[in-house]
RNA sequence: CGGGGCGUAGCGUAGCCCGGUAGCGCGCCUGCUUCGGGAGCAGGAGGUCGCUGGUUCAAAUCCAGUCGCCCCGACCA
């Protein structure tokens, strides 16, 4: 049945065509725990090349790796006041271990805030201690209610950045920094763009005095919060004790930040890239750019034709490109299949380019090249497929990123909406609406009582509108602000 | 936790009202023919019908309970 073959289209179940990709391109499936995930090869193949990306970004900027316990004293979460209250309802805690009940329960850490501080307590002393800049990749749990694939699981996988500085101003600026790092990874090797900002009070992490955030829009018009940074001005440092003699002879509490993206990121490839046909993934994040499917009729055609295939694969190995590393390519040379399977079976999984070979091509030394991203085919001359083969990805990843940006700026709206309009946009198609607000924590509540819009966040300056709003989209009164408001997953 | 739905082969499902040998599609295995956009034919493997109890000569089917999952609402990377 043709009909089981297909993917629900976007256009009809936006949600159901999600779940359908990720779960056909095999990036993860289902586990017998109840909202949590096995993340297949696929998936965690384009993660390991996230990692690789963010980490040596991370260290170009300074920062090492550690790692800290997954445990941490139910009596560390408590001592930040605020932090305790916005992850308490989210905690799944230890109170047995070796068959005893323990003195003091251990909470599955949330985030590692709490016990990083509290070492970083430990090791510094003087301002020349500072500053300390540290990232781990770990695992943490948070007890979601509703679970989706990649947005949001009971445990899930991310790094998170904690650092410690001698002023507030180096703080700050650390914090903004990795966001532009994020916002850099983002556009430059996921092809996303986002919308950066600072967060309002009612979206704020739970102890941080700012924090900043990536927001993206996927193809259903809702914002995915990518990435956030936080400024943590002092809060941590005072309930952990993080003190240090100043260069004058004072006694300072230090200025942290911490900031992380996760495997959530996978969902937002998913949901920015993905088409009726299944999964795209950039170039620079594919586990494998070019997928080689050599086509045959006789017995003597499928000799030589497979012989070509591998020798092609060989040749692009050799080639040198401009950016680091060899094209990653895969030989598709099963028996039993018909090359038409294989097309859709690589459309599904996202591979950015396909070569396929067949007689005729061979006869003529020759190729053709696929794209996932446009369909469009080429044919290209076996003499120059490396070269040919190498732009063409990188003329992918450009476009890709233009179409997302400008998806995106096509669902925006700016300028003078009413509050009835927008109720409707939001009703509708959504959407990402900037508009201005009075301050007041109650005129977003309400619009999100009433249109379950929230501010995904007070945009930075390159992304508010060239006349800014005069009144506040719920109340009238001055705005002191441009927000941008959307759903959000 | 409130509302709605569903548990039958790896996946999707029919059968249930009206009890009586568990069926179909996809996928999988074998063979032959195929192979430039989801192949055809032939043969084959695969099921404690979520679980427990009850009614009955007999339960996927009726009754009671229970567990799990999915979708919609309040929290979140």
Known sequence: MADDKKLTKRSEDFSAWYNEVVLKAELADYSPVRGCMVIRPRGYGIWERMQHQLDTMFKETGHENAYFPL???ESFMKKEAEHVEGFAPETAVVTHGGGKKLEEPLIVRPTSETIIYAMYAKWVQSYRDLPILINQWANVVRWEMRTRLFLRTLEFLWQEGHTAHA???????????????????MEGYMAMPVVTGVKTDAERFAGALQTYSCEA?????????????????????????????????????????????????????????????????????????????????SEEDKGRVKAAAHLIKESLLSWERRIPGRLRVHVDDRDGIKPGAKYFEWELRGIPLRLEIGPRDLDQNQAILVRR???????????????????????????????ARERREHNSIRGGITYARFREVMEGDGGFVYAGWCGDAKCEAAIKEETKATIRVLPDEEFRSAEPPKTCLKCGSASIAEALWAKAY
């Open 373 to 403: 991203d446009t369909g469009v085919k080429r044919a290209v001359s076996l003499s120059s497929v490396g070269e040919d083969a190498a732009d063409l990805l990188h003329l992918i990843q450009e476009t890709m990123l233009i179409d």
């Open 71 to 73: 445990f941490i004293p």
């Open 167 to 185: 002023t507030h101003e180096e703080a700050g600026e650390e914090a903004r920094r990795m966001l532009g790092v994020y916002r850099d990874f």
């Open 217 to 297: 829009m996927m193809q259903d018009n809702k914002a995915l919060q990518s990435g956030t940074s936080h400024d943590l001005g002092q809060n941590f440092a005072k309930a952990f004790d993080l003190r240090f003699q100043t260069e004058a002879g004072g006694i300072e509490f230090a200025w942290n930040t911490s900031w992380g993206v996760s495997t959530r990121l996978i969902g937002g490839l998913v949901m920015t890239h993905g088409d009726d046909n299944g999964l795209r993934v950039p170039p620079l994040l594919a586990p494998i750019e070019i997928v080689i499917v050599p086509i045959w009729r």
